[in-house]
């Protein structure tokens, strides 16, 4: 089943901060994070795995809640390169590392 | 790095024939390859998880003799949309997960986008 993103679309100005959110009505295993931009492959961010995490690296960081089956994606202070649309993958402990994606989350950081 | 090539990025083709896309992992062992198909604004759309060796497995709703799948090596998978249609035209993507069975991300390659005229 695949997994609910919000907010759908979000506008945002360079330094501002925006959170995506990923919830799934399945227990998971893990969750993992994508940025593609137009026309381009899916450029891999994070993953994270079930027993509640939290990851980062730079101003991108990412939690995953085991006991709501949601993870978060927090990008602060946000750079014109962050413009994309971000992807939700969730994997099933049964899956055998298929990932089901969210419909995506168009983020568009403006100067 | 883990970077993983698809060949060709482009291709256009008459209504009837087939197609072969390669997904080469380039730095890395792959014993695990994945087949998605994305329509414009959509989704990535798991078609099929290719595993070296083996049989490859098919999501429902894919037809198994329209999509072959071979993962000849650890850093090869192949698929073939045979007699293709206008209705395949698609964006396809691989993509790769290192072998090793620790928990990790699967690495893209660039896609190809197929057009049947």
């Known amino acids: 089943q695949q997994p609910v993103q919000s907010p759908q679309a979000v506008i945002l100005r360079e330094g501002e901060d925006a959170v995506i959110n990923c919830s799934s009505s399945k227990a998971l295993y893990s969750v993992h994070w994508y940025r593609q931009k137009h026309g381009e492959a899916p450029v891999f961010l994070m993953i994270?795995?079930?027993?509640?995490e939290q990851k980062g690296h730079d101003k991108i960081s990412a939690s995953f809640n085991e006991k709501k089956q949601q993870s978060s994606l927090y990008l602060t202070a946000s750079q014109l390169s962050y413009s994309g649309t971000y992807f939700c993958g969730t994997e099933k402990e049964t899956s055998g590392s298929r990932l089901t994606f969210g419909e995506g989350t168009q983020l568009t950081v403006n100067p | 790095g883990a970077v993983v090539s698809q060949h060709p990025s482009r291709v256009i083709c008459k209504s009837g024939t087939s197609v072969k896309i390669e997904c080469r992992s380039l730095d890395f062992q792959a014993t695990t390859m994945f087949w998605y198909r994305q329509f414009p604004k959509k989704s990535l759309m798991l078609m099929a998880t290719?595993?070296?060796?083996?049989?490859?497995?098919?999501e429902q709703g894919v037809e198994k003799d329209k999509f072959l799948i071979n993962h000849a090596s650890l850093t090869l998978s192949t698929l073939t949309v045979t007699s293709a249609h206008p209705e395949d035209s698609s964006f396809y993507i691989c993509s790769a997960k290192r072998a090793g069975g620790l928990a990790g991300g699967q690495f893209f390659g660039p896609g190809t986008r197929l057009t049947v005229l």
């Open positions: 994270l795995l079930k027993g509640g």
């Open positions: 290719s595993n070296e060796g083996s049989k490859a497995t098919y």
